[in-house]
């Protein structure tokens, strides 16, 4: 049993900060990287960024670069995703994913676990 669980999300004026959390319980894995993707309504689970088990490779959505900030801390089983400079375009579900590698891709089938998703809602 493996489960994911995505905290911290809600409604934040533009430009403002929101910081996610996803706690990791149940059977954990000696390798494996953590993923953020967002699904706005009607749209494709997008990309949003990764890092790596170790946490010293960290990869962004082009869309995010420069204002989203991804961490984790093994010793706590949980990953941070730090969002600054929100804007209404954020707007989404953020979901978190493990994938058992030790760095993670940009797709969202590559990965084997998921939380049920937070909700990220910025007004104009």
């Known amino acids: 049993q493996v489960q994911l669980v995505e905290s911290g999300g809600g409604l934040v004026q533009a430009g403002g900060s929101l910081r996610l959390s996803c706690a990791v319980s149940?059977?954990?894995?000696?390798?494996?990287?953590m993923g953020w993707f967002r699904q706005d309504p009607g749209k494709e689970r997008d990309f949003v960024a990764t890092?790596?088990?170790?946490?010293?490779?960290?990869y962004y959505a082009d869309s995010v670069k420069g204002r989203f900030t991804i961490s984790r801390d093994n010793a706590k089983n949980t990953v941070y995703l730090q969002m600054n400079s929100l804007k209404p375009e954020d707007t989404a579900v953020y979901y978190c994913?493990?994938?058992?590698?030790?760095?993670?891709?940009?797709?969202?089938?590559?990965?084997?676990?998921w939380g049920r998703g937070a909700q990220v809602t910025v007004s104009s």
């Open positions: 890092i790596s088990w170790s946490g010293g490779s960290r």
């Open positions: 994913a493990a994938q058992t590698s030790r760095t993670g891709t940009v797709v969202a089938r590559d990965y084997d676990y």
């Open positions: 149940g059977r954990t894995f000696s390798s494996y990287a």
